[in-house]
């Protein structure tokens, strides 16, 4: 497998996913010649033209609604939000009409599109264009949600997200853009649903979305210095979540820490420790302990901002108390 950076993982699966169906074309704002806000969208109008790769206007509203009515007859649109921040503009045309359609149609009406957002902070970006909304997603039936957090989950799940007869939101942290591994040339499909263990460990269980899988491996690292052994556990998708997977985990370590970047109320982090808490309570040793960020928007002031996102430190210093 070559080594490809999450960008262009995700340039090969829309491009390898074009190639093979007709019916799959991009929209968004800036993706046509520009080639995207972050650059996902490169070469793809030269190759495939403007009748596939549509520039859209500034407005988000039309950009989902129209990918919503172009699924609803038989194409496969793969959208582009600019920012996930964006997404409250949209929000109508995606949980009351994409969200709700096949449902409502008896099944008839397939929504097969894709919803692509950057998300996460990091870059300096402010309040407005920094925010992790994922949770927002997870309670919204009718979707499935995405959180790659490397390369070759990427291309993997965005390639099964674009096959999909069903809405999908498709996250990508802004910070994941660079960073290199493995992937396979070939147009491989992911399944939904299904976590990779990225650490194994017997200690205690650290599940970890999008970017925080990478530094639950960084926290996993100072821990195993210690004598904890930390598993790892990145869900890949939110919606559909590998419950079982975690569950497993729990019952060989006793202990769970869950984290994310997205602020701590309300966030996935809940969800998953309601459901382990249902599902496995008497094989806990010690409470359920949730990382997120502080719940106040997201700072412009660098110093502020990286105090803000969750740190490694946040992890162990939760597992030593987990071990106490």
């Not at 206007?57 to 649109?77: D, K, M, V």
């Not at 925010?131 to 099964?160: C, N, R, Y």
């Not at 007869?165 to 299904?194: C, R, S, T």
Request: glycine letters at 8%; proline letters at 6%; hydrophobic letters at 45%.
């Amino acid at each position: 497998m070559a080594m490809k950076t999450y960008l262009q993982a995700l340039n090969d699966a829309l491009r390898q996913e074009m190639e093979r169906d007709p019916d799959v074309f991009i929209l968004g704002e800036d993706v046509g010649q520009f080639g995207g806000c972050f650059g996902v969208t490169q070469g793809l109008f030269k190759q495939f033209g403007e009748a596939r790769v549509k520039d859209t206007p500034i407005t988000e509203s039309a950009i989902i609604g129209a990918a919503t009515g172009a699924a609803a007859t038989g194409l496969r649109p793969v959208c582009e939000i600019m920012f996930v921040d964006f997404i409250g503009v949209c929000m109508d045309q995606l949980f009351n009409q994409a969200a709700k359609m096949r449902y409502m149609f008896g099944g008839k009406a397939k929504i097969p599109m894709v919803l692509r957002a950057p998300q996460g902070a990091g870059i300096g970006a402010a309040a407005q264009h920094s925010q992790s909304l994922e949770a927002w997603f997870l309670h919204m039936p009718g979707v499935k949600v995405a959180m790659p957090s490397t390369p070759e989950d990427a291309k993997g799940l965005l390639i099964t997200a674009i096959r999909d007869d069903n809405p999908v939101i498709f996250l990508e942290h802004k910070m994941l853009y660079g960073i290199e591994g493995e992937v396979p040339d070939e147009a491989i499909a992911m399944p939904f649903g299904q976590a990779a263990i990225r650490r194994e460990g017997r200690d205690v269980t650290i599940v970890a979305t999008s970017k925080m899988a990478h530094t639950a491996l960084e926290a996993a690292e100072t821990l195993a210095a210690d004598g904890i052994s930390a598993e790892v556990i990145d869900p890949r998708t939110i919606s559909p979540l590998d419950t079982q997977a975690i569950v497993d985990s729990v019952k060989k370590t006793h202990s769970l820490i869950v984290a994310h970047e997205a602020v701590k109320t309300g966030g996935v982090g809940a969800e998953i420790a309601a459901q382990v808490a249902e599902a496995a309570f008497d094989y806990l040793d010690a409470p359920i302990i949730r990382i997120g960020a502080p719940f106040t928007p997201v700072p412009f002031s660098v110093p502020l901002e990286q105090a803000f996102i969750p740190s490694a430190a946040d992890i162990v210093k939760a597992a030593r108390r987990l071990r106490g």
